[in-house]
């Protein structure tokens, strides 16, 4: 299992995305079975379609870590962002990033984060894109290195929140 993370952006345009990749033999195609058969209230697990009927290789799911809250935020989720995801998923097969028996034997999870005040598709799209290929690269190569951690641990920061000195 290749675990990866990547935020992108700022604002309420910003894209923060989890992936597990992964054969689907193994666990993350038992996560995959599972999220997209145990819908939520406000969480509809979905794959990632490329267009309709043109599913994403290897077959990803999306699944929002926000609950869908209202037209808007639902448009900009199953519009933009799935979009996104799609591109970048798709450009890390495509370019070799994932092997060749990732493209019908794995799947990926993703998890991702639309913000409820999400307005601006294009920019929603694109931060969703630098994610996803971002999280699939990063799981890929095993990023970051204990070296980054060990530098980061140093200024622990999000864009949330920046403790006092």
Request: charged share 15%; net charge negative.
């Amino acid at each position: 299992m290749y675990i990866g993370e990547s935020f992108i952006g700022s604002g309420p345009n910003a894209a923060h995305i989890n992936v597990m990749v992964g054969p689907r033999t193994g666990p993350v195609g038992s996560a995959w079975a599972g999220a997209l058969s145990s819908p939520t209230k406000g969480h509809l697990p979905y794959m990632v379609v490329l267009q309709p009927g043109v599913p994403v290789k290897p077959m990803t799911a999306f699944i929002n870590k926000a609950d869908l809250r209202g037209e808007q935020h639902e448009n900009m989720t199953w519009g933009p962002a799935q979009a996104g995801v799609a591109k970048g998923v798709q450009e890390c097969l495509l370019e070799g990033i994932l092997p060749v028996e990732a493209e019908n034997d794995w799947c990926v999870i993703a998890a991702v984060w639309v913000n409820w005040s999400a307005h601006d598709a294009d920019e929603v799209f694109a931060n969703n894109y630098a994610a996803a290929k971002g999280a699939v690269t990063a799981a890929m190569r095993q990023e970051p290195t204990l070296d980054v951690v060990r530098k980061a641990a140093l200024d622990v920061k999000n864009p949330f929140y920046t403790p006092k000195a």
